[in-house]
Nanobody, 118 residues
Framework: QVQLAESGGGLVQPGGSLSLSCAVA???????????MAWYRQGPGKYRELVAR???????NYADSVKGRFTISRNNDKKMFYLHMEDLKPEDTAVYFC?????????WGQGTQVTVSS
């Protein structure tokens, strides 16, 4: 089993910045099998959507809506990964979830609220 815990959410004004962290804990062998680490979000009345993903080889991809504004990064030991968000917009308001995939299993955090409002 792998457990994930997000931190760093909060209220920020439009144009501001915020960074989210995801701590990864649990079975050491399963953590070693993590193939990708990702951030998803679910806004009010919307479906959960992929925001950014980074693969074990280092490549990453982003939703078109956040390209150039958000950056995903990770520690080499797979124990922490991050989402740095800049130039935040009201439409970025959502609950943000971290996710890891080991090819056979998917794990999710509980989510952290990000609210962009003046």
């Amino acid at each position: 089993q792998v457990q994930l815990a997000e931190s760093g959410g909060g209220l920020v004004q439009p144009g501001g910045s915020l960074s989210l962290s995801c701590a990864v804990a649990g079975n050491v062998y399963e953590i070693s099998l993590i193939d990708s680490m990702a951030w998803y979000r679910q806004g009010p009345g919307k479906y959960r959507e992929l925001v950014a993903r980074v693969f074990s080889g280092g490549t990453s991809n982003y939703a078109d809506s956040v390209k150039g504004r958000f950056t995903i990064s990770r520690n080499n030991d797979k124990k922490m990964f991050y989402l740095h968000m800049e130039d935040l917009k009201p439409e970025d308001t959502a609950v943000y979830f971290c996710n890891v995939n080991t090819r056979t299993s998917d794990y999710w955090g509980q989510g952290t609220q990000v609210t962009v409002s003046s």
